[in-house]
């Protein structure tokens, strides 16, 4: 049979085990919240840079579009003119 001493010592084994236990999560908590904000960082840091990729292909599109236009602007009014009339023909043709 387990006497008093025994179980004295048990339970003091088993406080220094949570103890031990609370320590342990507490610097796991803190591994994956450092490691979150090092992946948040990292992915804002690859979407911005999309981002300015993105923005730097529509300026060099826009900036061919106008330089396209100055050079040919009879060109540009009439293809405009036709892609505009098909667009036209194509919505009243879906509103039918």
Known sequence: MATNDDLNKDVEQLKKDLAALREDI??????????????AK??????????DNLRQKGEDAV?????????????SV???????LLLGMMVNQRRN
Do not use: C, W
Request: hydrophobic fraction near 25%; charge should be positive.
């Open 78 to 84: 009439l293809t405009s003119f036709g892609v505009g």
């Open 42 to 51: 990292a992915a804002y840091g690859r979407a911005r840079q999309q981002g």
């Open 63 to 75: 900036d061919s579009i106008a330089h396209t236009i100055d050079e040919k602007p009879m060109t």
């Open 26 to 39: 507490g610097t796991l908590t803190n591994t994956i919240k450092s490691e979150g904000t090092r992946q």
